[in-house]
C-alpha cells in the first residue's frame, strides 16, 4: 500500500526541503513541526554510508531556543542540573533540562556564543515556551528567542575532509564540542564538533533559511568525491552507541540517575537550578529502575513501534524502548529500561514481541565504542 504525504502551513519545511526531495527522500516524520526526511535509502545502506563514508543530514528540526542577555548565563543555569561555569564562549555541552519533579523535559545541546548568549539545540518537544515561562517569574534580564536557524549535520568517518574542503584546514580542525561563528559565501553559519551518529560528525547550524539548498548543494559537491551520501539520522548507529532519543527512551518520568548520568548532574553547583531538590531526593533514596542495554535472540528485527514488555521469572520488570538489528554486530540489539535488581548484565530476560516471546540478555552501554574514539577523533 502507498501512503502520500499531506503537507500542511502547521508543519515547517526546512530550507533543505526541496533539496531533500530532489536527493530522493521517500519519508517523512514531524519532529519539533518541522518534516523530517526519514529515509533516502535502506536503513542498512545508509548505516553503512553513515559509518564507512559520510553523510548529509537534514535536521532542521533540531530548533534552537536562543537565550540571551546580561543574566543569560543565571538563567541557563537554571534550567539544567549541569554545571555550566567552565562553559566558555565556543564550546559546547550535552545537558539535560529537569521540572521540578527531576524528570526530564529535553535534552539538548547547548552552544554558548558568547558571554550573554546560549543556544539550546532541542529534542522534539515545547522548550521555548518552558523558557518563557520560567523567564516570566524569574526576576532575571533575559530574552528569549527561536532565531532562524536550521542544522545540518555532516556525519561520518571522512566528515574532517568535507569540512576542510569547504572552510579549510582551521576548521577541520575544530575541537569536540567546540563551536564557532563563520560563513561560506557569504552564508552565516555556525559550525560545532557534535552530532547524533557517535561517527566524527560536525553540525552546520544555517542562519540564513534563504539559503538552504544552495548551502545544501555547496556540501554535496564537496563531498561527492567522498563518497558523500544524504540520510537520515540512523536507528542503527545511535542504539549502538545508546544515544537515547527524547520521547521514545526516556521523557519526564525519567530522571538522569536512571539513565546512568549522574556526571551531568551538579548537586552542589553555586548557582540554583530547577528540581534540585527532587534530585537530591532522589540521590538519598537510590533509583528503582535503570537503562541498560539488551541483547536478543531470534531472526533480525526491523524496529519497534512501541514500548516492549519485559519479564525476568514470570514478573514484568520494565521495557525495551529502542529495538534493531545491528549489520556490524549481527545481533538484534535494544535499549531498555529495567528494575535496578534486574539491571546486571548477564541477566536473562524474556522480550514480548508483537510476534512472540524471545529470550534476551543484559548487557552494558554503549554497544561499540565506549570511550567515543570515533566521535573524538
Known amino acids: ?67 540571551s542577555g546580561p543574566d543569560a548565563h543565571a538563567f541557563t543555569s537554571l534550567l539544567t542540573p549541569r554545571d555550566l561555569a567552565t562553559c566558555a564562549p565556543g564550546r559546547c555541552r550535552y545537558v539535560f533540562i529537569t521540572d521540578p519533579r527531576g524528570g526530564i523535559l529535553n535534552d539538548p545541546v547547548l552552544l554558548r556564543l558568547a558571554e550573554d548568549r546560549f543556544w539550546l539545540s532541542c529534542a522534539d518537544s515545547d522548550m521555548a ?147 534540585r531538590a527532587a534530585l537530591q531526593g532522589i540521590k538519598a533514596t537510590g533509583i528503582r529502575r535503570r537503562a541498560v542495554g539488551l541483547e536478543i535472540d531470534g531472526a533480525p528485527i526491523s524496529y519497534n513501534e512501541r514500548p516492549w514488555p519485559l519479564y525476568r521469572d514470570g514478573d514484568m520488570i520494565g521495557h525495551a524502548t529502542s529495538v534493531i538489528h545491528s549489520p556490524r554486530l549481527e545481533k538484534n540489539i535494544a535499549l531498555a529500561m529495567v528494575s535496578v535488581g534486574s539491571a546486571q548484565p548477564g541477566t536473562a530476560v524474556c522480550l514480548a514481541t508483537p510476534d512472540g516471546e524471545r529470550n534476551a540478555v543484559i548487557r552494558e552501554l554503549p554497544f561499540i565504542d565506549p570511550n567515543r574514539r570515533k566521535s573524538r577523533a
Open 1 to 67: 500500500m502507498t501512503t502520500d504525504m499531506v503537507t500542511t502551513p502547521r508543519i515547517r519545511k526546512s530550507p533543505y526541503f526541496e533539496a531533500t526531495v530532489r536527493a530522493g527522500a521517500s519519508q517523512f516524520t514531524v519532529y519539533n513541526k518541522v518534516y523530517l526526511p526519514f529515509g533516502y535509502d535502506t536503513p542498512e545502506a545508509e548505516y553503512q554510508a553513515i559509518t564507512e563514508a559520510v553523510t548529509i543530514w537534514d535536521v532542521a528540526c533540531q530548533r534552537i531556543v536562543e537565550i
Open 129 to 275: 515556551m518552558w523558557a518563557r515561562g520560567i523567564a516570566v517569574h524569574s526576576g532575571m534580564d533575559v530574552a528569549i528567542d527561536t532565531p532562524d536557524v536550521s542544522p545540518l549535520q555532516i556525519q561520518g568517518p571522512r566528515a574532517r575532509e568535507v569540512i576542510v574542503a569547504l572552510f579549510g584546514q582551521a576548521m577541520g580542525e575544530l575541537g569536540y564540542y567546540h563551536c564557532r561563528e563563520t560563513a561560506l559565501d557569504g552564508i552565516p553559519l555556525v559550525i560545532s564538533r557534535t552530532g547524533y551518529s557517535a561517527e566524527l560528525g560536525f553540525e552546520l547550524y544555517l542562519m540564513d533559511g534563504a539559503r538552504g539548498v544552495e548551502l545544501w548543494d555547496k556540501v554535496m559537491a564537496a563531498g561527492a568525491p567522498l563518497g558523500m551520501k544524504p540520510a537520515a539520522p540512523s536507528r542503527i548507529r545511535r542504539i549502538e552507541a545508546g544515544i537515547l532519543d527524547y520521547g521514545v527512551d526516556m521523557d519526564e518520568t525519567v530522571n538522569p540517575f536512571e539513565l546512568g548520568f549522574e556526571r551531568l548532574v551538579a548537586l552542589d553547583k553555586d548557582m540554583d537550578f530547577i528540581g
